[in-house]
């Protein structure tokens, strides 16, 4: 375990990387009552304490919960880290008594941080109905997380506003399938920034908002396509120094959201998530960067599924013409393996209970919207379905390529910051090439920098490890 936690920490090979995010063998769907993660009785006497990562989410986890303490008996606690700030909260709260039983990484990169926290999976019934290994994260054939949900974002549109604009005199394209490229992006982009009043709306796309609640939509999602088409070109999944070959084209699209929203670009500083969602709802914005996790608050906020649809985020890369939605997973269960046995053994219960009862496999993909990796899930009525995921698989039944996540091969929390400082920045001070100068260091400089800290620390560790391993062997010898 030490080498291979070494391993993806310094230098995330790619080996390692395929086979935590795509496979190493397929699941086990052996006798699930055997072995450290047996299911064959309730837990007797313990509960559950699950720290989410997914705010939007909160109050449906709480009205899971509570109906499983009404069906069991066993207590379950759901807390919620506020957004962006998941990393700092679980760290306090494992250092208190009653730390969480169940959390999150989002990938192998924050694995490393917490495995020594996560428990075995391997002979849960958790891991037995997972489809495919592509969903675990796998250490020395031990499944320290497994993902519960696959997500997809993109370029949000409202086909009404976007057919009113294409009956306009001019206008750039006749169907939202010619938007095909960042060239044709730009053009409607911009096209319908200069037609807003006759359009009614106040800006082509919903602000930028920087604050917690939106900046990883920038900082994160946005990132992710010039790491992305980094790595295609290099035919890598990971990399602990990045070119910024892409870098150029991150600025364009940022420009293009900056120079044609709902806001002056020097405003975003005080836009939230929440005012996004607020003026794409409302009709003052014709695209909104987000994902499918969205689709519920715009229903809630009166819209249909003929209202929605999604588009790649168009970059300028070549070949992007057959490029699909972004699509993947940064949300691994683990359970916490320093609780006490009566806790784990609850946990995982909840976990069975949820990805197979009724109530839990409704709330997951009805009320959450989640599309699940577990073969409990493929009753037709346990199948999330919403306009947004439709977009989702039609692109994939076209043959378009699905962009691939690789938030889980960035270096750190701090890196995501740092960029994000940069890119708020750029845009307060006119979006000039000094400003974007820094950017590209926090991108390229601070990627190299991290990863160096990284490596830093798990040496630090290590020989930490190795000491007290050396000081433990002595005094053994002694009392000999």
Known sequence: MKNLKKGIALAMAASLAVCALAGCGSADTGDNNT???????????????????KPEQADDWKKLAETYTKETGVEVTVETAASGTYESKLKAEMAKENAPTLFQVNGPVELASWTDYCYDLKNTDLYSNL????????????????????????IIYNKTLLDKYIATDGAVIKSADDIKNFETLKNVVEDIQSKKADLGIQGAFTSAGMDSSSDWRFKTHLANLPIYYEYKDKNINAAETMDGTYLDNYRAIWDLYLNNSTCEPKMISGKTGD??????????????????WAYQACIDAGMTDEDL?????????????????CTGS?????????????????TLDFLKWVITSDTGRDSLANQMGFVTPFTTFDDEKYQANNALITASNEYIASGKTPVSWNFSTIPSEKWKDDLGSALLIYAQKGQGDEQWADVEKAFVQGWKDEYAAAKADIANKEAADDGEAETADNAEETAE
């Open 330 to 346: 940064e949300n691994y269960w683990c359970v916490n393996s320093k609780a006490n046995e009566a806790d784990i053994q609850a």
């Open 35 to 53: 072995g450290s993660g047996s299911q064959s009785s309730s837990a007797s006497g313990g509960k559950v304490y699950y720290l989410n990562f």
């Open 275 to 292: 005012d996004a969602t607020s003026e794409f709802c409302l009709g003052e914005a014709v695209f909104y960067q987000n994902g499918t």
């Open 309 to 325: 649809g999604m588009l790649p985020i168009y970059i300028g890369a070549e070949g992007e013409e057959e490029q699909g939605l």
């Open 131 to 154: 489809k495919s290994d592509d969903f675990a994260l796998i250490e020395n054939d031990q499944v320290k997380g497994i993902a519960y949900v696959i997500e997809t974002y993109g």
